[in-house]
């Protein structure tokens, strides 16, 4: 009943994305968190040494200590409504395993099969907790959102949707991660604010723009 009230309050009410100010602090990172970061890091060289004849397109990982500071952030400050957290398009696994890291309970999806692969073993060999799944981060009906754009590795929607296997919705999540391809961040925007849950996070990373938070509320 109360998931079905969601829903339709998602549906029936006016909302926004509102910008949250965050600020990281300059800290160092623990030890866990630096060996992770050092391990992933030579990995991702790794596979793209191995794709450099086959690359995976539009894969560019994101600045992983920008990242995890302003997930440490979130936590400190108590900002999510609660502590499921997702990653569109996660690639080796990296940012989804630092959510771990910070008690997050963590998913991560991604289309391309053998980024799925590296980031379960990355999970595995660092004894974290991360669901990995194979599928579309667009859920079923709203496809329309992402339009043309959908040869975009980081926005297809031809594979299964990853909510189907892991048995969730969108607006089961608390916080949202996704690193936009440049120029497509509204696209990410709209599909959040469409199928997000009122009051999550979307955390997004702009490159040299460095993070973006903001909340889904009522207008």
């Known amino acids: 009943m109360l998931k079905q009230l969601r829903l339709l309050l998602n549906c029936t009410t006016s909302m926004s994305l509102i910008d949250l100010k965050i600020s990281a602090t300059e800290e160092p990172l623990p030890k866990d968190v630096e060996s992770l970061l050092t391990d992933a890091l030579s990995r991702i060289e790794r596979l793209i040494e191995l794709q450099r004849d086959d690359p995976i397109f539009a894969y560019v990982p994101s600045d992983f200590v920008e990242v995890y500071r302003g997930l440490d952030q979130i936590q400190a400050l108590n900002l999510a409504t609660g502590q499921r957290f997702v990653e569109w398009g996660s690639g080796v696994g990296v940012t989804a395993c630092l959510a771990s890291m910070l008690d997050f309970d963590s998913v991560g999806i991604e289309i391309e ?38 040869d975009l590795m980081w926005l297809r929607d031809d594979g299964i949707a990853a909510y189907d296997i892991l048995g969730l919705d969108p607006d089961d999540f608390d916080l949202v991660f996704v690193y ?31 993070l973006r938070l903001q909340r889904k509320v009522l207008r």
């Open 113 to 150: 099969p053998s980024l799925v692969e590296a980031s379960r073993q990355l999970a595995a060999d660092h004894e974290l907790t991360v669901e990995f799944v194979e599928g579309s981060f667009v859920p079923t009906g709203a496809e329309w959102l992402v339009g043309q754009q959908n």
């Open 180 to 210: 936009p391809w440049p120029g497509e961040e509204q696209i990410v925007f709209d599909l959040f604010d469409h199928c997000g849950a009122a009051g999550s996070l979307l955390l997004t990373s702009h490159g040299e723009n460095g």
